[in-house]
């Protein structure tokens, strides 16, 4: 047996799928459940970004991010929980990772959180690239 496929073997059993697709989601698990133990924290984040109104889009934000969490670890139509996801990344990294706006201060720290949100994007949308029958060139 060679080395290659003793890694391809260890990297390809079925519980390295789930860590990974319980690791894509450890984000958007613990702030939908952050949201549930502190609504009003949520409502007030949402305030801070200038949307409104802030109770129903914490409350839709929450429960998007817990229901495609669990689309997406449960295996059932994982595909549209990965790519409500992507979308929601999309939207959050553009409006709470403006790194072209901030502060010289906070201009690093901002652009490493909105590139590190394109990263989840892109995790995301492979997901969905998979479970819609996508296949890699070669």
């Known amino acids: 047996m060679t080395v290659q496929h003793t890694l391809q073997t260890a990297a ?10 319980l690791c894509l989601c450890a984000a958007y698990l613990q ?58 990344t999309v939207l959050a990294a553009l409006l709470a990772d403006r790194f072209w706006a901030a502060p010289p201060s906070d201009r690093q720290r901002s652009a490493n959180a909105f590139f590190e949100h ?7 949308l492979l997901v969905a690239w998979h479970d819609l029958g996508g296949h890699h060139a070669g």
């Open 12 to 21: 390809t059993a079925p519980w390295v799928q789930t860590l990974a697709l």
């Open 118 to 124: 394109w990263g989840l994007v892109g995790g995301m």
């Open 31 to 88: 702030g939908g459940i952050g949201k549930a133990r502190n609504f009003a924290r949520a409502v007030g984040e949402v305030r801070s970004l200038g949307l409104a109104p802030a109770a129903p889009i914490a409350a839709a934000t929450l429960v998007l991010q817990l229901s495609a969490s669990a689309l997406i670890l449960s295996g059932w139509y994982r595909w549209l929980g990965a790519l409500a996801l992507a979308g929601f």
